[in-house]
C-alpha cells in the first residue's frame, strides 16, 4: 500500500510539472508573436525601407547656423549676423508703401517707417525678418515681410609703418603675411622686416601679438611658416636701428654706429 501511495504522489507531481512547461511554451509563444509586428513597424517607422530592417535614417550634415554635429562629419557653417554698417532691404508683399533701406546705426538698431527703433545687431536674416514682422503687427494685418542683405562690411586687414602704400585692405581669399605686405606696395628701405609684427584681436580686451622674421622666410624660403591673415588684422613694419638716427648728432655720439678707427 505504501508503494502505491508513492506512485501516485510521483505521478500526480510528473503531471504537474508537464501542465507547467506547456503553460510556459504558451506563454513566451505569444509573447514572440505580439512582439514581431511591433518590432518590424518601428524599422519601417524609422527608415520607410520595409519590415525588419533596423537601420536609421541618416543624419543630415552640413546644418545651419552651427547645428551640426561634428561626431557625424557635420560642418559647422554659421549663418551670417548682422553688424554696424550693414544694409538690407526690407520689402512688404502686400503693402509695398512700406518697403524700405536700412543701414544698421553704431548702437546696432535700425529705425523703422512707422515702427520706431529696432535692435537687430547680432540677428540672422531670419531673427531679423521677425522682429521686423512684431514690430508691423500694430500697423498691418499679417504682414509679409522679405529681408535681403544688401551690402556689407568685407574682410579687411590692414598694413602701417614702413610700408609703400600704408592702409586698409579688402582681404580676398586666402592671404598670408608676406602677401599682404606686397599688397601693401612692399617694405620701404628703413623697414625692420626681421621683426614684422602681427597683430589679431582675441576679444574687447586682448590682442595676440606675434614677432615675424619675414626676411628669414623669404630668404631660406620657408614661406609654410608664413601665416594666413584673419579678418581684421593688422600688420606693423617697424623701422630699422638705422632709420632711427636722428638727422643731427654730436660727433662722439656718432661711436655708438661706426669705429673711431674710421675717422
Same mark, same amino acid.
Do not use: W
Given at each position: ?128 525678418? +521677425? $522682429? &521686423? *514682422?512684431? #514690430? ?10 522679405? =529681408?535681403? /542683405? ?28 608676406? +602677401? $599682404? &605686405? *606686397?599688397? #601693401? ?10 621683426? =614684422?609684427? /602681427? ?65
Amino acid at each position: 500500500m505504501k508503494r502505491m501511495n508513492q506512485l501516485a504522489k510521483f505521478a500526480v507531481a510528473s503531471l504537474l510539472t508537464v501542465q507547467l512547461c506547456a503553460a510556459v511554451f504558451a506563454q513566451d509563444k505569444q509573447k514572440d508573436t505580439s512582439l514581431g509586428p511591433a518590432n518590424g513597424a518601428s524599422a519601417v517607422g524609422q527608415t520607410g525601407a520595409g519590415s525588419g530592417s533596423m537601420r536609421t535614417t541618416a543624419a543630415k550634415t552640413g546644418m545651419a547656423d552651427g547645428m551640426g554635429n561634428p561626431r557625424l562629419g557635420g560642418e559647422r557653417r554659421p549663418l551670417y549676423r548682422l553688424r554696424r554698417s550693414d544694409v538690407v532691404t526690407v520689402s512688404f508683399s502686400l503693402s509695398p508703401e512700406f518697403d524700405q533701406t536700412l543701414t544698421v546705426q553704431p548702437d546696432g538698431y535700425v529705425t523703422l517707417k512707422d515702427a520706431g527703433m529696432v535692435l537687430v545687431e547680432g540677428l540672422t536674416l531670419e531673427g531679423f525678418r +521677425e $522682429a &521686423v *514682422q512684431r #514690430a508691423y503687427n500694430g500697423y498691418l494685418h499679417d504682414p509679409e515681410v522679405t =529681408v535681403t /542683405l544688401k551690402d556689407f562690411e568685407h574682410p579687411y586687414f590692414i598694413a602701417g609703418g614702413e610700408v609703400g602704400h600704408p592702409g586698409k585692405y579688402e582681404l580676398r581669399g586666402e592671404t598670408t603675411v608676406a +602677401e $599682404a &605686405v *606686397q599688397i #601693401a606696395g612692399g617694405l620701404t628701405q628703413q623697414a625692420k622686416h626681421s621683426q =614684422v609684427l /602681427l597683430f589679431r584681436r582675441v576679444n574687447d580686451d586682448f590682442v595676440e601679438a606675434r614677432i615675424l622674421n619675414l626676411k628669414k622666410m623669404l630668404q631660406e624660403k620657408t614661406l609654410a611658416e608664413d601665416p594666413h591673415l584673419s579678418p581684421g588684422d593688422l600688420i606693423f613694419v617697424p623701422q630699422s636701428a638705422i632709420s632711427k638716427i636722428a638727422r643731427f648728432l654730436s660727433r662722439p655720439s656718432m661711436s655708438m654706429y661706426v669705429s673711431s678707427a674710421q675717422f
